[in-house]
């Protein structure tokens, strides 16, 4: 998913990027064919001999896939600190896939998302903001300061938590989202005049009001 708007930009400028996009590609499905060879004989062989630029890969290309060599472990190529990194930045594409499922947002609008996190989260986020942008369907913020009232949450961890902007939203869809917290809040939460007895559900109440507030 992430490498699609690389390859359907077919503009000169992106040239390089598209064919490096392309050759990962290539790789990772014929590796992959290679793992699969023995469990699946002829499906792969299948598949494997119809892969692009077969048979112009030179002196070194073999003509089955029963006879090239089968994929080995190269501990040099674990990066453990990077998939760290990017496990993060996936569950902060889920939480802000969460926020626009709930609030009914198409995929063509990208709203604006704040990441607020400690310094060990930031870290690990600031470098796939553009990944995390591209999945989720809007538009990544990690400065927080200023970040409006209008914003609806959704928890990542225990430090990072994914706020999307409520203001501009159409207010119809809005307003058909509000009848549906409200009413999902009425039968989670009970309540008092003061304080919440149910802690883990504020934040869809706090989403419900938010949302009241801005059709208004």
Same mark, same amino acid.
């Given at each position: 998913?992430?490498?699609?708007?690389?390859?359907?930009?077919?503009?000169e400028?992106?040239?390089?990027?598209?064919?490096?996009?392309?050759?990962?590609?290539?790789t990772v499905l014929?590796?992959g064919?290679?793992l699969?060879?023995?469990?699946?004989?002829?499906?792969? &062989? &299948?598949?494997?001999?119809r892969?692009?630029?077969?048979g112009?890969?030179?002196?070194?290309?073999? &003509?089955?896939?029963?006879?090239?060599?089968y994929?080995?472990?190269?501990?040099?190529?674990?990066?453990?600190?990077?998939?760290?990194a990017?496990?993060?930045?996936?569950m902060?594409?889920?939480?802000?896939?969460?926020?626009?499922?709930?609030?009914?947002?198409?995929?063509?609008?990208?709203?604006?998302?704040?990441v607020?996190?400690?310094?060990?989260?930031?870290?690990?986020?600031?470098n796939?903001?553009t990944d995390?942008?591209?999945?989720?369907?809007? &538009?990544?913020?990690?400065?927080c300061?200023?970040?409006?009232?209008?914003?609806?949450?959704?928890?990542?961890?225990?430090d990072?938590?994914?706020?999307m902007?409520?203001?501009?939203?159409?207010?119809?869809?809005?307003?058909?989202?509000?009848?549906?917290k409200?009413?999902?809040t009425?039968?989670?939460?009970?309540?008092?005049?003061?304080?919440?007895?149910?802690p883990k559900?504020?934040?869809?109440?706090?989403?419900?009001?938010?949302?009241?507030?801005?059709?208004?």
């Amino acid at each position: 998913e992430l490498v699609k708007p690389v390859v359907y930009d077919k503009s000169e400028e992106n040239e390089g990027k598209r064919a490096c996009a392309q050759g990962c590609l290539w790789t990772v499905l014929e590796t992959g064919l290679r793992l699969l060879h023995p469990m699946l004989p002829f499906l792969t &062989e &299948e598949l494997w001999q119809r892969l692009p630029g077969r048979g112009t890969l030179g002196e070194s290309e073999v &003509e089955s896939i029963m006879l090239a060599s089968y994929p080995q472990y190269d501990a040099s190529l674990c990066d453990d600190a990077l998939d760290a990194a990017w496990g993060m930045s996936e569950m902060v594409v889920k939480s802000c896939r969460s926020l626009k499922k709930q609030y009914n947002i198409p995929n063509k609008e990208r709203p604006v998302f704040f990441v607020k996190t400690g310094e060990g989260g930031r870290g690990k986020v600031v470098n796939f903001v553009t990944d995390i942008e591209t999945l989720c369907g809007g &538009e990544i913020r990690l400065d927080c300061e200023g970040m409006p009232e209008s914003c609806a949450v959704s928890v990542v961890s225990e430090d990072t938590t994914a706020h999307m902007n409520l203001a501009g939203l159409a207010k119809q869809r809005v307003l058909e989202m509000v009848v549906f917290k409200v009413g999902q809040t009425v039968g989670h939460i009970r309540f008092t005049r003061h304080k919440w007895l149910l802690p883990k559900d504020r934040a869809i109440a706090i989403n419900a009001a938010h949302a009241l507030h801005i059709s208004r």
